[in-house]
């Protein structure tokens, strides 16, 4: 069986990605970093489990009107998100309430139940289907 990677980064987690990585490492889910998952563009992902075509993205400063929250902003994330599915990946999108309100981790521990043969084990931790 193929060792599943560690968490990397590539930069300072914002807080609001750094409480999501509590939350995945408080359910044992081991997810890389700054995913750069296309072949020419430079884009990546908040967090990704690449032999699953799975990532997350954290939308923060939704309330305020910047980055990603701007028209442009927008529009790119369209572009990446729409290319990512073009490959085949399933991305979730949470913004900062749904990552405080357990909404975002909730929502990834179902698609992980659903994409691998596993059944949660009474610590509330994903595990595989031989670890029973």
């Given at each position: ?73 927008i ?5 990446k ?18 990552v ?33």
């Amino acid at each position: 069986m193929k060792k599943q990677p560690r968490l990397t980064t590539t930069g300072a987690l914002s807080t609001l990605e750094a409480e999501f990585n509590q939350q995945l490492m408080a359910y044992g889910i081991v997810m890389v970093r700054e995913h750069k998952f296309h072949p020419t563009r430079k884009w990546r992902f908040d967090f990704a489990i690449p032999a699953l075509l799975v990532a997350v993205e954290i939308e923060g400063g939704t309330r305020q009107g910047l980055g990603h929250s701007t028209h442009s902003g927008i529009t790119r994330d369209c572009e990446k998100g729409n290319a990512a599915v073009l490959l085949g990946w399933r991305v979730l999108r949470g913004t900062s309430e749904q990552v405080k309100n357990l909404k975002l981790i909730d929502t990834l521990k179902e698609l992980l139940q659903m994409s691998l043969p596993v059944t949660p084990n009474v610590t509330g931790k994903i595990t595989g289907s031989d670890d029973n």
